[in-house]
């Protein structure tokens, strides 16, 4: 059947502008990391996006290396479902892109060369069928190629008209702040960085929301959920259907020891008693700074992306729950 968006779909979100330039995101985007490859069916695929849109989120984030387990199936999957009739709303979407992790063999499939970035968008836009991207972005700093030949090529790349707006993305601030000048230099100013930040990996806090507040650059958090540990799942067990559970995926390599969970455990009474899940308190928690534009989930089912948007109703902390909040996270190391 046909796909007709939902005619109530911008009343369910809020939209914040992203730093001082002209283009609003959804306080939550939607990332096709995971959930979007061969690993999942492409009738699931589609649920999670029409939803994920029905709810008013409009910006949708990809790499040209995501989807499991192969590099590129998120990006032809999604070009699928876009012919497939949701591309009939493309303007009325936010599609972004990166490049920057390895991509293909030999000295051009990686890191930051004009050379790699520009031939990597051209391959991300034919597997998404797109004459166009929103935002384009360098994956991670590269550091052994100068920042000035990594800026102008997204500069041309956006002077070509194959991306409106360009982002950085695991940017820290010395290089966050160079990239900005030379890309103001250049006319084309940075849209966005785009880092992780959640209750556990606060480094952003130190001078980075900061430097991109004042620049009038905005902000986009990735992994808020800490890939799942941060909702109520792995509080007894591992669940057969989670991301921990399936072969090839990082986070239980990353995120599991006893510290983090006694973490969980804690938060998890402080969700309850504001009367939310502890995923939704997650999202609440990241989007309290203004500096922040959106929070960029991830979903293995549309029920997740359904909750997630239910925190619109329950953004604030109270002083105490905020006080409480910073006493759980600094448990010690060697609990
Ligand atoms: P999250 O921290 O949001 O983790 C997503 C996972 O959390 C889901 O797959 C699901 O796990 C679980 N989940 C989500 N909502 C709920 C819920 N309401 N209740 C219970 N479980 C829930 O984000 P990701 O780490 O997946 O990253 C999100 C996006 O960020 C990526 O898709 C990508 O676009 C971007 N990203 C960017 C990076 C970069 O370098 N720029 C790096 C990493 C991500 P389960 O599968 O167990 O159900």
């Not at 007709?4 to 992203?18: L, V």
Request: hydrophobic share 35%.
């Amino acid at each position: 059947m046909e796909y007709i968006a939902d005619t109530e779909r911008y009343g369910k979100m809020k939209y914040r502008r992203c730093g001082n330039t002209g283009l609003f995101l959804p306080i939550i985007s939607l990332g096709l990391w995971q959930n979007f490859g061969k690993e999942t069916s492409i009738e699931i695929q589609k649920q999670k996006l029409h939803k994920a849109f029905d709810l008013g989120i409009t910006h949708f984030d990809l790499a040209n290396n995501y989807g499991l387990p192969a590099n590129g199936s998120a990006e032809e999957n999604f070009g699928k479902i876009l012919k497939d009739g949701f591309g009939k709303y493309r303007d009325e979407m936010v599609i972004s892109t990166k490049a920057g992790f390895p991509m293909w063999d030999g000295p051009y499939g990686d890191w930051g060369s004009r050379k790699y970035l520009i031939s990597s968008l051209d391959q991300s836009l034919k597997r998404m069928r797109l004459d166009y991207v929103d935002i384009f972005y360098h994956h991670r700093p590269d550091p052994g190629t100068p920042l000035e030949e990594t800026m102008t090529a997204l500069a041309d790349i956006v002077r070509q008209g194959k991306a409106l707006y360009i982002g950085i993305s695991n940017y820290e601030e010395i290089e966050t702040k160079k990239s900005i000048e030379i890309l103001s230099e250049l006319k084309v100013p940075c849209l966005v960085n785009q880092i992780r930040y959640n209750f556990i990996e606060r480094w952003p806090e130190e001078d980075l929301f900061d430097i991109l507040g004042s620049s009038g650059v905005g902000c986009i958090c990735y992994s808020p959920l800490a890939q799942g540990l941060l909702t109520n799942k792995y509080l007894s067990e591992i669940p057969e259907d989670s991301r921990a559970a399936r072969t090839g995926t990082s986070i239980a390599e990353r995120y599991f020891n006893d510290k983090n969970m006694l973490i969980v455990k804690n938060l998890n009474e402080v969700a309850v008693a504001r009367g939310q899940s502890l995923a939704q308190m997650a999202l609440s928690w990241v989007l309290r700074k203004d500096e922040i534009t959106s929070v960029l989930i991830g979903a293995s089912k549309v029920i997740q992306i359904e909750d997630n948007v239910s925190i619109l109703n329950h953004l604030d902390f109270t002083e105490d729950e905020i006080d409480t909040i910073e006493n759980i996270l600094k448990t010690d190391d060697d609990i």
